[in-house]
Structures are given as structure tokens and as C-alpha cells.
């Protein structure tokens, strides 16, 4: 079992940054692909960034391709989402999610647990 505490979120002008951070209980985090998702009012939630065991593994959603940044501490049993040039589209409530794995690999679903979000809001 493995519980995730996201942090980080706030209320930021377009053109700023963010930076989420996901605490994993347990001991075994490093056998955990971690991944971001977001959800916005009126929409199905959506993949956002995913990263596999060591951190150089990664993989973003074209929205966010080259804004956003997913990185890990497996010393903390942490996972991070820096978020610069934000847009007011962003604005969504972020999950932070994970899924054991016996290869160091990226997925972009099917996701066994789920933090209880942070919310992002954008102002333009």
C-alpha cells in the first residue's frame, strides 16, 4: 500500500512557475513509476508528466512539453513537477500518482494510487 501527499500548489499570474511535490509512504518507493495528472472544472482528468525508477526515464504530455519538468528523490521518497511559463489553461487540480513496476519504465495510465490533489489556479 502506498499513500501520496501532494503539496506545492497556489494561485500564480501567467508566465510564473510552480513547483509540486508528492511524498510516498513506504519503503519500497523506488520500485514505483510515479506520475502527474490534472483535472480541470468540466473535464476528465488528464496525463500530464510520468517518470520511471531512476529519473532518467520521463515522459510529458505535448501540452506541456518543455514548461514542466518531473523529477524524483527515491532518498526522500518524493516526486516533483516544476511548473514554469504557466498558462492560465493549466489551471486544474493536480494528482500525483503511482503504479509498481518491475522495469524502470514510463506510464501514462492505469495507475493503482492516487494522492488527494492540489489545486493550480492560473490568472491571466
Known amino acids: 500500500q502506498v499513500q501520496l501527499v501532494e503539496s506545492g500548489g497556489g494561485l500564480v499570474q501567467a508566465g510564473g512557475s510552480l513547483r509540486l511535490s508528492c511524498v510516498a509512504s513506504g519503503r519500497t518507493f523506488g520500485t514505483y513509476s510515479m506520475g502527474w495528472f490534472r483535472q480541470a472544472p468540466g473535464k476528465e482528468r488528464e496525463f500530464v508528466a510520468a517518470i520511471g525508477w531512476t529519473g532518467t526515464n520521463v515522459y510529458y504530455a505535448d501540452s506541456v512539453k518543455g514548461r514542466f519538468t518531473i523529477s524524483r528523490d527515491n532518498a526522500k521518497n518524493t516526486v516533483y513537477l516544476q511548473m514554469n511559463s504557466l498558462k492560465p489553461e493549466d489551471t486544474a487540480v493536480y494528482y500525483c500518482?503511482?503504479?509498481?513496476?518491475?522495469?524502470?519504465?514510463?506510464?501514462?495510465?492505469?495507475?493503482?494510487?492516487w494522492g488527494q490533489g492540489t489545486q493550480v489556479t492560473v490568472s491571466s
Open positions: 500518482a503511482a503504479r509498481y513496476s518491475a522495469y524502470d519504465v514510463v506510464f501514462r495510465s492505469e495507475y493503482n494510487y
